[in-house]
């Protein structure tokens, strides 16, 4: 089994910055892609970015120019630092991870989903 858990949530001003943090445990191999999705009330979970094990990113248009992702493959860790936040970014942040496991001789990927951090831009 594997466990994502995430840290970093909050609430913050407009115009302010959060930094979210994802920690993958378990029966890990290794990690291709790690990204980070959110969810606000009333709407569908969408893609807010995206890294491979290479590093490269991938980011929605609306916060592109605002959040950085990172990883530490070592650590299995993924982090977003989202800077100029607005009321628009409110949302469930998930951390998501597609880990690769191995039993026997076989490698499976599994998809992965930490519990959700709350992050709310209000003033």
């Known amino acids: 089994q594997v466990q994502l858990v995430e840290s970093g949530g909050g609430l913050v001003q407009p115009g302010?910055?959060?930094?979210?943090?994802?920690a993958a445990s378990g029966s890990i191999f290794s990690i291709n892609?790690?990204?980070w999705y959110r969810q606000a009330p009333g709407k569908e979970r969408e893609l807010v970015a995206?890294?491979?094990?290479?590093g490269s990113t991938n980011y929605a248009d609306s916060v592109k120019g605002r959040f950085t992702i990172s990883r530490d493959n070592a650590k299995n860790m993924v982090t977003l630092q989202m800077n100029s936040l607005?009321?628009?970014?409110?949302?469930?942040y998930y951390c998501?991870?597609?880990?690769?496991?191995t039993l026997g001789l076989n490698q499976y990927e599994?998809?992965?989903?930490?519990q959700g951090t709350q992050v709310t831009v209000s003033s």
């Open 50 to 54: 995206a890294i491979t094990s290479g």
């Open 33 to 35: 892609a790690m990204g």
């Open 96 to 101: 998501n991870a597609m880990v690769v496991t």
């Open 16 to 22: 302010g910055s959060l930094r979210l943090s994802c």
């Open 110 to 114: 599994y998809d992965y989903w930490g």
């Open 86 to 92: 607005k009321p628009e970014d409110t949302a469930v």
